[in-house]
């Protein structure tokens, strides 16, 4: 079966994602008291910032953004769900791209490990998540669905941080995903990305 990591990118660039600026989102799967599950619909918009030679981003919102040519290197290994990137000012395309999960795992095993709990919504239990700096992210599944393994790019259940849905909704926040993304697709990040990307191997035993 193919193998999978946990994929997290070294450093932020100081840009404001969510839906801060308009980007659409569809809540048909989100928890309707703190919005987690919230799914980014159309283009990501934001603030135009100076792309310097990094091939690999990480907005303030945890979003991966990558240049075009880690974009197109993604795409022949079979990546689809990349998303345009648009300014917020004049609504141009900016030369970007977004990760974007193809699913959603189910909830991972109880042997995961390197995350503590805090004030997670008290309706969907799926945010509240935190890293901690003890100890990297361990992600476990026990009996994964094998449909998972056909999968280039996958969403974790449980979100990190704290989701807030507010009125009007630019104001709103959602707790971010962590990406898990198979070998291919990790092997390539790790040689065209260095040490921008961290890969971590996630434990899986799958269903029979």
Not at 88 to 98: A, D, N, Q, R, S
Not at 143 to 153: G, H, N, T, V
Not at 186 to 194: P, R, S, V
Request: net charge positive.
């Amino acid at each position: 079966m193919t193998e999978f990591y946990e994929l997290s990118v070294n450093g932020l660039v100081n840009v404001y994602g969510g839906p801060l600026y308009s980007t659409e989102y569809s809540l048909a799967a989100a928890c309707d008291l703190c919005g987690t599950g919230a799914e980014p619909v159309g283009p990501r918009i934001i603030r135009r910032f100076h792309v310097s030679k990094a091939p690999v981003f990480m907005t303030l919102a945890r979003e991966i953004l990558v240049n075009l040519d880690i974009a197109q290197g993604l795409r022949a290994l079979g990546v689809e769900s990349l998303a345009d990137v648009h300014g917020v000012k004049t609504g141009e395309e900016l030369p970007l791209k977004e990760l974007r999960a193809e699913a959603t795992l189910p909830p991972f095993s109880e042997e995961t490990t390197g995350y503590v709990r805090e004030r997670a919504c008290t309706k969907c239990g799926r945010d509240g998540y935190f890293g901690t700096t003890r100890e990297p992210l361990r992600l476990v599944y026990r009996d994964l669905p094998r449909e998972y393994a056909k999968k280039r790019i996958l969403a974790t259940y449980e979100r990190f941080g704290n989701s807030r849905l507010r009125v009007p909704f630019k104001d709103s926040g959602f707790a971010s995903l962590t990406y898990v993304v198979n070998a291919p697709v990790a092997d390539y990040l790790k040689e065209k990305c260095k040490k921008r990307v961290v890969l971590e191997p996630v434990d899986i035993t799958w269903a029979r």
